[in-house]
């Protein structure tokens, strides 16, 4: 089907890329200055900043509670952003909503960006927020049953890379996997995936555009060939934990995604590959005011209920 006609309207008032080079401190800047007032968020019980003690050091991360129960399922959340943007701000209203639908504990993490923070330091600081959370589970108010880890495009591709780090250094707490649109090929030849091509041009992520936005991350170390960096790329992947992969109809990074799900099938994980028609790359981030795409946090809810 079509773009859907509010994400039309939006992209029509975007700029077309003019070929200069990127800058993370003012795409930062502006990303902040669009972050609504905290009085304009979606309310919930309780949320609180907090730093994570970890093997990687202090990593900031926000907590939020969806409700006054005294247990509840964890949710560790990783946000998208190219691997150097995004923050706890610009996607607070993600992690509210997932907090919201699947009565879980969120834990947004505030995890170090290239290129000032080389591969694998953002990784690293995700896998041990997870190894964290699970080591202060009585604190937090875990229930002891989910301990589930989600994310969205890059926060995807973390999502993956954790699942992997997570079997190979012998930690199954890991429960779930939930990954929105992920980036989980940085391999960016357009002849490897249909969608690369169909979906090149004028859905807001555009393939010419994904080399210069996930340079910063390569640059500083990160390798595609590297199960870590592209965890498609993993020969075994058995043993991982179930999946949810959405995708996105209009987004070049689809068919990686789709492909990944497959994958997943093919070693007995059980995974459910979800494609919401009408959408683009960061329909999760971006248009989930949209009621057809808000679903996305209700389908996760559904899968953290129903995925053993």
Known sequence: MTIHPDIAKVLSTLPAPDGSPLSPQAMRADEAAQVPPADKRLPLHAVADAIADTETGDVPVRIYTSDEG?????????????????SLDTHDHV?????????????SVGYRLAPEAAFPAGLEDCYAVVRWAAAHGETLG?????????????????????????????FTGITHQILFYPSVDLDFDEGRYPSMRENAVGYGLET????????FYL?????????????????????????????????????EGELYGRRLEGFGVAATVSRYDGANHGFVQ???????FYRVFEETAEFLKAAK
């Open 286 to 292: 971006n248009f989930s005011w949209i009621p057809e």
């Open 95 to 107: 992690a509210r909503a997932l907090a919201r639908e699947t009565g879980h504990l969120v834990i």
């Open 142 to 170: 875990w229930d002891g049953r989910n301990l589930a880890i989600a994310g969205d495009s890059s926060g995807g591709n973390f999502v993956a890379a954790v699942a992997g780090m997570a079997r190979d250094r012998g």
């Open 208 to 215: 010419a555009g994904l080399k210069p936005f996930n340079a």
């Open 70 to 86: 005294q247990t509840h399922g964890l949710l560790i959340y990783f946000h998208g952003g190219a691997f150097f943007l995004g």
């Open 219 to 255: 640059e500083s170390g990160a390798d595609p060939a590297d199960p870590l960096v592209s965890p498609i790329k993993r020969q075994d992947l058995t043993g991982l934990p179930p999946a949810l992969v959405i995708t996105a109809e209009h987004d070049p990074l689809r068919d």
